[in-house]
Every structure is written in structure tokens, then in C-alpha cells.
């Protein structure tokens, strides 16, 4: 049995760049325009699984829509609860507090805003989310799409990559990641950009 997975982050929201979490704004032309470049007329998947949250949602309906896709939506592939840092821009948080984003890109472990989800729980819950789709999909190629940090929680589930580097991971809107798992073994086949072809 062979399993391919095609992560996706979403696109830009409305909004822009902000630590966002789980707030549910909604993708923004540039969003939509970078997730349709990203794809293109190609759709070589058997099925497509996607968080609830609207910047995943639209684009997921639309393209298993057009390509007559099954589709299915699993909230354990929603963002990262951010806690107070919800709906904040990086300047914002370094202003209230200077050098709390270096020490939690540092440790995000530990250095967690206050009351946000432990990162050891959403590692988890990406990971039950992703083992499902992986289990329930012998031989088929899925289309996951999600968050930055669900891409990171997915390579460090797959990869075995410690918590404590996930956030060293660069993940671009619109960017598209390739997990494929055999015999028990998960490879990465590549990180970043559109799909091959594009």
C-alpha cells in the first residue's frame, strides 16, 4: 500500500499576515489568486480533506467542484489556537513585548502565548486527523488542505522532527508539500512552490 498526501497552506486572507489562529476570515483575492496559480488546470488526486476554517474551506469546495472530487472537512485540521495571540500582527506582539517571537520561534514549546493550545496537542490531533486520511486512503492520492502549522505538525508527525523545530519549517501561502507513506515509512518528495508541471 502507497499513500500520497499533497498538503496545501491556503492562501492570503483577508487581512494579511497576522497570527491568526483560529479566526475565520476569509481568503482575499491575492488568497484566491495564489491558490489558483498553485494548482493550475491539474487535479491528480482521488479525493480532497480540508479544515473547516474558510480560508481552507471556499478554495476546497471550488476545486472538488470543478473536478468532481469527493470532499471532506476534519476540524482537526484546523490552526494552532493562538490564545492572546489571536488576530494580532507580529508588529503588534513585538511591540507589547519585545523579543516574544524570537523565544518562541526559539522554544515554541514553552514559549507559548498565554492561552494558547500546548503544541504537543495540536501535533496530535494534526497527526490523529492525518493517520485517518492516511489509513482510509490505500493507494490514493489526497489533496490535505490546511494551515502553516498543520504542515508543520504534519512533517514533524511524519518525519519525526522534534516540536521544538517545528516552527524552523518555512511554509509559503498557497505552497504545496508531498508526504508519501509505504511499508510503514514516510518520505518527504518535496516542500514548497506549486505543483510539478507548474
Avoid at 487581512?15 to 489568486?33: T, V
Avoid at 493517520?131 to 514533524?156: E, I, K, N, T, Y
Avoid at 516540536?163 to 516542500?191: C, P
Amino acid at each position: 500500500m502507497s499513500v500520497t498526501l499533497d498538503l496545501m497552506r491556503h492562501g492570503e486572507p483577508v487581512g494579511g499576515r497576522k497570527y491568526r489562529g483560529q479566526i475565520d476570515d476569509p481568503l482575499s483575492e491575492k488568497g484566491w489568486a495564489q491558490m489558483h496559480a498553485a494548482v493550475g488546470d491539474q487535479a491528480p488526486w482521488t479525493r480532497i480533506v480540508s479544515s473547516p476554517l474558510s480560508r481552507c474551506r471556499a478554495f476546497s469546495e471550488m476545486l472538488a467542484e470543478r473536478h468532481k472530487l469527493p470532499l471532506a472537512f476534519d476540524p482537526r485540521l484546523q490552526e494552532v489556537g493562538f490564545g492572546v495571540w489571536e488576530g494580532k500582527t507580529a508588529a503588534e506582539i513585538e511591540l507589547e513585548a519585545p523579543g516574544t517571537l524570537a523565544r518562541f520561534k526559539g522554544d515554541p514549546v514553552h514559549a507559548r502565548p498565554q492561552g494558547a493550545e500546548p503544541l504537543a496537542d495540536f501535533q496530535a490531533r494534526v497527526a490523529a486527523g492525518l493517520d485517518a486520511v492516511v489509513s482510509q486512503s490505500p493507494d490514493q492520492h489526497v489533496l490535505v488542505v490546511g494551515h502553516a502549522g498543520v504542515v508543520r505538525m504534519a512533517l514533524a508527525w511524519a518525519l519525526h522532527i522534534p516540536l521544538q523545530h517545528a516552527y524552523r519549517i518555512e511554509v509559503a501561502s498557497a505552497s504545496m508539500t508531498r508526504l508519501r507513506f509505504s511499508r510503514g515509512f514516510a518520505s518527504l518528495i518535496f516542500h514548497g512552490g506549486s505543483l510539478p508541471g507548474r
